[in-house]
């Protein structure tokens, strides 16, 4: 497992695998799932964040189940494109996850590859479209992230097909 860049994640990703995205916030992290075809984005569940040792036999799971190859890591950049001050966070997070590899891929016999995707305004946009549907507050909180992660997995998704 390594960190590469959306070009290389993308040639090295096997065939038919899907992506989960993960949006890694200070109490949750929404997870959004790419179809096979690497063509779709959806939702998929919001999880509270505790320490990674708890959440490493969700993450097995899901990479088993759903024949995950690959994570792209919401990169929460400023505005201008600079580091934020998250990002030192997110990519604390990101070398957990490869300090856990053994954990994470035992008996899995195949390969996960991580890269980093911009996720600039994906939290905002995903807010302000729950408000335009009438979501109450307390729903909105429950999905937002899953939703900001799906939304940045489409983009994701659209810029890697640009590479063929």
């Given at each position: 497992m390594a960190i590469y860049s959306l070009r290389t994640f993308k040639t090295r990703l096997k065939k038919s695998s899907r992506i989960l995205a993960l949006d890694i916030g200070r109490k949750t992290i929404g997870l959004a799932i790419s179809n096979s075809e690497l063509t779709l984005a959806s939702?998929?569940?919001?999880l509270k964040r505790e320490k990674l040792k708890n959440l490493l036999p969700k993450f097995k799971t899901l990479i088993k189940e759903?024949?995950?190859?690959?994570?792209l890591?919401?990169?929460p950049l400023n505005v201008?494109?600079?580091r934020s001050k998250n990002c030192d966070r997110?990519?604390?997070f990101a070398q957990s996850l490869l300090d856990h590899e053994d954990v994470l891929l035992n008996?899995?016999?195949t390969e996960l590859l991580i890269t980093f995707y911009d996720e600039r305004f994906s939290t905002k946009i995903s807010e302000a479209l729950l408000i335009e549907a009438d979501i109450s507050r307390?729903?909105?909180k429950k999905v937002i992230d899953q939703m900001a992660a799906t939304l940045f997995l489409k983009s994701a998704l659209d810029a890697m097909q640009l590479f063929d």
């Open positions: 939702q998929l569940e919001t759903r024949n995950i190859g690959g994570l890591i919401g990169f201008d494109g600079s997110v990519e604390g008996s899995l016999n307390q729903k909105r």
